[in-house]
């Protein structure tokens, strides 16, 4: 697979999903004029602006960190570094995501969570949510610094695999659809899938993360692709069905804090 074919692949599959969301009325009539604001800037800032400077900048790091190691890995399998770095890449987004909701009621230690509020404050679940995301959320995030590590590294096929499969497991687990409730259900297959779970993030896994009330639970479920690290630590919660409510309970901050934290502060609201 080319570089053009990963482009395409992400273009295709997200806007494939979203277009059977709109298709199938997901999107019809939820969102208020702060949820488009906040999407729509969210979206064009960290694409347009946050990431691209931010690449530069985790290129110039490893420059200077490590000078004349470009290509340190160029020779080991690609496979091998695909699997190393995602896994590396899931430890330590699940820590740093564990952190940023429990820190949530702590003044003095809500920064994290006041970052990563905004993908949460969305009052629905669907693929909107993947772009409702704090612009400087991506400094903080684990897989932006292990792909352009492995980049630097020489695997750009491993990093590229890393952020493919990141990707379309969040398309997965953020859609609207919940096809899983009828597998979980089912005799045979069900206690399978009950298994797997223990393992892999699945749609219900991460939608109750999203929700609060009866099957919510977003103090718990932190991975991605892997809810291994959930299970090994004791904050794994695999639900019946839909959460009660998606989003954060209590008053919305801001929209303009939501887009612009930490530059644009207001007070703190429980929730």
Known sequence: MGYGSYGQFYLLFGLGVLAVEVIAGRHRDIYTRSDWLVNLLCGALGMAIVRPILSIGLAFLFVTLLPGEQGMFADAPFWLVFLVTLLVTEFLFYWVHRWAHEGRNKPGRDWLWRLHRTHHSGKYMNLMLMIRINPFWAILQPQT?????????????????????????????????????????????????????????????????????????NYRNFGVVFSIFDTMFGTLHIPQGRPWRYGVPGADAHWTEEVFYPFVRHSPKKG
């Not at 096929?157 to 259900?185: E, G, P, Q």
Request: aromatic content about 16%; hydrophobic content about 45%.
């Open 145 to 217: 610094w292990t792909t352009a590590f492995a980049l630097y590294a020489g695997q750009p096929i491993a990093a590229a695999l890393v952020a493919l499969t990141t990707y379309a497991w969040n398309v997965i687990t953020h859609s609207n659809f919940r096809w899983d409730d009828s597998v979980r259900r089912a005799p045979v297959i069900g206690r399978l899938f009950y298994a797997a779970e223990h393992i892999f993030v699945s749609p219900g896994v991460h939608h109750t993360h999203h929700g609060y009330g009866k099957d919510g639970a």
